[in-house]
């Protein structure tokens, strides 16, 4: 089955760091760019961050860029975010994307920042 | 404040044809490929629609997707109850992709 499993959401006090993880399984890793996406408590979808098959090309939404960081273990199938200085605006699930076309959603990892 | 408007919610009955529309700008949807995406309540969204009218493999037909100028639609045909949902339209946008609030399709 194709399938990405994202981890390390947890309740973090404001100004602290996380790296979530996503784990691919199913296709090639190595072929797809990748992309987090976040929705906050009710809200909608935010796309965060992109980053290429190769790991060479990133792009980061403007109310991320400079906190988050995105990578890539293309030996290990895994995805992450690295996510700092940490405000509680920034509670929300967060998705691990597949394709530059976000085709395949992974079923999110909470991320709560909270004093 | 979403960069993409959507409606916030649509209602029809069984087998009534619902349109969500979605409403960008030259640098989104006027130059670029618009998607849409299915949520239910507690799961991931799911890819509904790609580059303005492609349906992935297991999409119903009953789901269609347009696009004109700087606006895009998506159309669900035959409604059916278990497409009460919301509904994300999504496109790029200079550097990264933008999603419209979201619409809430409710069946009567």
């Known amino acids: 089955d194709v399938q990405l499993l994202e981890s390390g959401g947890e309740l973090v006090q404001p100004g602290g760091s996380l790296r979530l993880s996503c784990a691919a399984s199913?296709?090639?890793?190595?072929?797809?760019?990748m992309n987090w996406v976040r929705q906050a408590p009710g809200k909608g979808l935010e796309w965060l961050s992109g980053?290429?098959?190769?790991?060479?090309?990133?792009k980061y939404a403007a109310s991320v860029k400079g906190r988050f960081t995105i990578s890539r273990d293309n030996s290990k199938d895994t995805l992450y975010l690295h996510l700092n200085s940490l405000r509680p605006e920034d509670t929300a699930v967060y998705y691990c994307?597949?394709?530059?076309?976000?085709?395949?959603w992974g079923q999110g990892t909470l991320v709560s920042v909270s004093s | 404040q979403s960069v993409l408007t959507q409606s916030p919610s649509v209602s029809g009955t069984p087998g009534q044809r619902v349109t969500i529309s979605c409403s960008g700008s030259?640098?989104?949807?006027?130059?670029?490929?618009v998607n849409w995406f299915q949520q239910f309540p507690g799961t991931a969204p799911k890819l509904l629609i790609y580059?303005?009218?492609r349906r992935p493999s297991g999409v119903p037909d009953r789901f269609s997707g347009s696009k004109s100028g700087t606006s895009a639609s998506l159309a669900i045909s035959g409604l059916q109850s278990e497409d009460e949902a919301h509904y994300y339209c999504?496109?790029?946008?200079?550097?990264?992709?933008?999603f419209g609030g979201g619409t809430k399709v409710t069946v009567l």
């Open positions: 994307v597949q394709d530059e076309q976000l085709v395949l």
């Open positions: 030259t640098s989104n949807i006027g130059s670029n490929v």
């Open positions: 199913g296709f090639t890793f190595s072929n797809y760019a």
């Open positions: 580059y303005n009218d």
């Open positions: 999504a496109s790029w946008n200079d550097s990264g992709w933008v």
């Open positions: 980053l290429s098959d190769s790991g060479d090309d990133t």
